[in-house]
């Protein structure tokens, strides 16, 4: 079982409101990513992080922003959320570079924007 | 844009059945990996193997790679329905930064 955890699991939110996904690391890794997948569809990497105060926009184009303020913390925030914004967002993170490069993924957030 | 193309999107097959699956990719790699996701959940890591390997196998997984062909394979054998889940493939682009990028997924549903 791997050491990263989302929450909320869940969340249905009214469009404009501002919103924090959280994700947590106890593994020490210094990458961290958060990829959007829609339903049956490739997950697009949103927002990527090489370590503290180091982060980087992913292929995808996205309106959230990241920050990396500790290793073991890699919160998304929506300022004002729409309906287009619906999806499952997932953190994972990895020790790329290290030998390691498999990625552990938390369990998602399914974020629903009404 | 897309790095990983699994092939095919949907498989079903019976119980007892090998599951083979494909994935293309477009640049040169590092490694390429290949992850689990049951419905709803977060990926699992399987197996990696690296860009000078040609075949690794796992338990019942069976991995290959031809960097010529830019393709990899991942074989299930012996399948059973709790191996009902998608199945994806993710590279490096051959950047060692760290970012992986993922396929579309291939959806195996096993039936009892």
């Known amino acids: 079982e791997a050491d990263i955890y989302q929450t909320p699991r869940y969340l249905v939110i009214g469009t404009g409101k501002k919103i924090t996904l959280e994700c947590s690391q106890t593994?020490?890794?210094?990458?961290m990513y958060w990829y959007q997948q829609d339903p049956g569809m490739e997950l697009h990497l949103i927002h990527y992080?090489?370590?503290?105060?180091?982060?980087e926009k992913g292929d995808l184009s996205s309106e959230s922003t990241v920050s990396r303020i500790r290793t073991e913390h890699f919160p998304l925030t929506l300022e004002s959320a729409r309906p287009s914004h619906t999806s499952q967002y997932l953190c994972?993170?990895?020790?790329?570079?290290?030998?390691?490069?498999?990625?552990?993924f938390g369990q998602g957030t399914r974020l629903t924007v009404v | 844009s897309q790095q990983g193309e699994e092939d095919p999107q949907a498989l079903s097959i019976q119980e007892g059945e090998n599951a083979t699956m494909n994935c293309s990719y477009k640049?040169?790699?590092?490694?390429l990996q290949w992850y689990r996701q049951n419905s709803g959940r977060g990926l699992v890591h399987l197996i990696l193997?690296?860009?000078?390997?040609r075949e690794k196998h796992s338990g019942r997984l069976r991995v290959t790679l031809d960097t010529s062909k830019k393709s990899s394979s991942l074989l299930i054998t012996a399948s059973r329905a709790a191996d009902t889940a998608s199945y994806f493939c993710?590279?490096?682009?051959?950047?060692?930064?760290?970012?992986?990028?993922f396929g579309r997924g291939t959806q195996l549903t096993v039936w009892p």
């Open positions: 994972a993170s990895s020790e790329y570079g290290t030998g390691k490069p498999e990625a552990f």
């Open positions: 593994m020490g890794h210094d990458k």
């Open positions: 992080s090489y370590g503290v105060n180091s982060t």
């Open positions: 640049t040169s790699i590092n490694n």
């Open positions: 193997i690296r860009s000078n390997e």
């Open positions: 993710a590279t490096d682009r051959g950047s060692t930064l760290g970012r992986l990028y």
